[in-house]
């Protein structure tokens, strides 16, 4: 361990005092702490009296699902029974009751389940017409598990009336013990939430445990969006993402991703960046490889700050709160580009709202939600680094110059039938208003500046929907009669565009080896990792990853999953029919990525690729997500740590921080060809 200056450490400790674990300890690699950390031993009497209450949960969903008598729109309401039991289960199992009362809260969860479960054998469903403090489930895209999600369904809500009503997103804040037992006892009691807004349903997201809704978090929120949807009026032009302490750091996050999604957006403490957060709250001294600091740029709030141009924001911090720190990184990266951000602080106060500022604080969001929805913007500005990001109202970014490096887009309307754009980084980029949407009419000639060039795309159609697609060859824009989304060509585009973390926030299916590996190192390696990704996503992200063996995946897993192969070209028969498309070379003797070549009998290849079989999804090999034991410490440091590619020299063990060592990494270009590092 490095020694610090001795009223440096005294200092660090001091301030760590409220931080529950964020200090210096947390700070070095090889002596990290279990997140989450052990629970507590049952009682006998305990588990047996949980355990035989959660068999009948089980029966009674058992009987749901062989019930032919209930109908598939009945059935649909399941998940809302399985959170109950998935949470007491995992908990049981996973050893993850963190106190006694706790023993008492599961109980009473699988009550709750054992009596949904009797009301829907009816074919009844009573919760959906409660108001107060609501626990729902859904069944997730990305592992087919059932994900839980609170509700604050306001007295005032009318189950009848027609008209829609505003919805507040609530990130919870860090929570290391945060259990799906936990968490379902929260939102059951109302703990937890610290805001109250007047005719307002408020959606707590799970957010897949405690990553800040970062990657298969973000998914979560959206999806659990979508799920209240079916089931409730929400007004989407009256939807705010709000957060607090690591839920700021959440919200800063899907203001700046998603500007067109939201009202408003009201981030309270938290962190908004990576590299001065880490230094000056958790005292760590940063090291970051090129690669992790490229990626920063994904959650790097401030280098996204310009899109707050589009979404009303909020900022709010203590006035003694060192994680103040995170609007005022806001603040001054919205000053460098003329952006006033507005920051509340509340007087005297520490790591919560101040009430006087909060009241506030909603008396503003009050004045925004209930003025008249604003009508189709006619000026629009968005900035990206990434595809994955990559629509902001009628614009559609669809290729990018160059991947984590910064792009912009402006369009504004400059006359009766006349949009002027003006771009930065971007190859390729869409029109695309839907139904009534255009101010242009039908028979009116549309006329497109765009970089000081002119062009014509055809008219909108007669519902006032109109697409046009645009792409830039030799510094000179052309129209395309289709996007680049549909189109055959390898490339990057989003939701195929890297790097190894995004194959986590959708459909994925680990495929095992079920061959020999070519050197014993290598499988041995494949072996430990591939159970660790499996043990590590139900640790971190509260599924089961799908697995199967390689010659049990079918044409219907191709078509509807991203595949993460384990094992090299000789035990992984899907890996040798990769390398005859990717640009790598690996067999018996070598293992090459662009002029560099390693020996095969000590490395190993993490990639992620378009999938030769089904183009639309990617290949990943020997990787699970890329962060690891370290950075659950403290939920900054939960970024992407690999790139597109990685070659690990298996001498080396794995580590809290990577795979092995990383001898070499980088990342592809636009059309997934190799690129230099330099490039």
Known sequence: MQIRPIFTTLLLLCLSTALKGDGPSDNTPDQVRQVPPPGIELTAGQRKELEAKLSTLEQRISAL???????????????????????????????????????????????????????????????????????????????????????????????????????????????????????????????????????????????????????????????????????????????????????????????????????????????????????????????????????????????????????????????????????????????????????????????????????????????????????????????????????????????????????????????????????????????????????????????????????YPSSPLSDRSWKAHFTKINDQWSLKLAGIGNSPEIRKKHGLQGPIDDAFTDSFLMVQPNGKPQFDLVGEWTHSESARALVHWRKQFRGTARSKKADEVSDEDIASHHLVLWGDPSSQPMIRSLLKEAPVKWDEDILQVGPESFEAKHHALIMIYPNPLNPAKYVVLNSGFTYRDYAYLNNARQTSKLPDWAVIDLREPPTSRFPGKVVAAGFFDEHWNYKSPAE
């Open 65 to 455: 699902r062989s019930n032919p008598d209930l109908s598939d729109a009945v059935l649909a309401y399941l998940p809302d029974v399985e959170i109950c039991y998935k949470a007491v289960s995992d908990a049981i199992t996973h050893h993850e009751f963190f106190k006694a009362a706790e023993v008492e809260f599961a109980l009473s969860h699988l009550d709750l389940g054992i009596e949904r479960a009797d009301q829907l054998s009816k074919g009844h469903t009573p919760w959906l017409r409660e108001s107060g403090f609501v626990v729902r489930g859904y069944r997730s895209r990305i592992d087919d598990s059932v994900q839980p999600y609170g509700l604050e369904i306001p007295p005032s809500y009318d189950f009848d009336h027609p008209v829609p009503t505003r919805l507040d997103l609530w990130f919870h804040g860090r929570g290391e013990k945060l259990s799906e037992v936990a968490f379902l006892q929260q939102r059951r009691s109302g703990k937890g939430g610290k805001i109250t807004p007047k005719r307002t349903i408020v959606l707590h997201p799970y957010g897949r445990y405690s990553n800040a809704n970062r990657f298969a978090g973000e998914t979560d929120v959206f999806e659990a969006l979508e799920h209240a949807g079916k089931d409730y009026r929400i007004d989407d032009k009256r939807t705010l993402v709000r957060g607090f302490s690591m839920g700021g750091a959440s919200c800063w996050n899907f203001a700046v991703h998603f500007p067109d999604k939201w009202a408003a957006a009201q981030p309270g403490a938290g962190f908004s960046e990576t590299a001065d957060f880490l230094k000056t709250f958790q005292g760590e001294e940063l090291h970051p490889t090129w690669w992790e600091k490229k990626l920063w740029r994904w959650h790097d709030a401030t280098d996204w700050v310009d899109n707050l141009s589009q979404v009303p924001t909020i900022a709010y911090s203590g006035e003694l709160d060192r994680q103040k720190q995170a609007a005022d990184m806001m603040v001054t990266a919205g000053e460098k580009i003329g952006l006033k951000l507005l920051h509340l602080i509340g007087p005297g106060t520490e790591h919560q709202f101040h009430p006087d500022t909060l009241a506030t604080i909603e008396s503003r969001l009050e004045k925004i939600t209930s003025s008249a929805p604003h009508p189709v913007p006619e000026h629009l500005r968005f900035t990206t680094y990434t595809l994955r990001y990559h629509r902001h109202h009628w614009i559609q970014i669809d290729g990018l110059k160059e991947h984590w490096e910064r792009s912009q887009i402006e369009a504004h309307r400059t006359g009766e039938n006349e949009i002027t754009v003006k771009t930065e980084g971007i190859t390729a980029f869409s029109l695309d208003f839907v139904a009534g949407e255009s101010w242009i009419a039908p028979l009116s000639k549309p006329e497109l500046i765009i970089d000081d060039q002119k062009l």
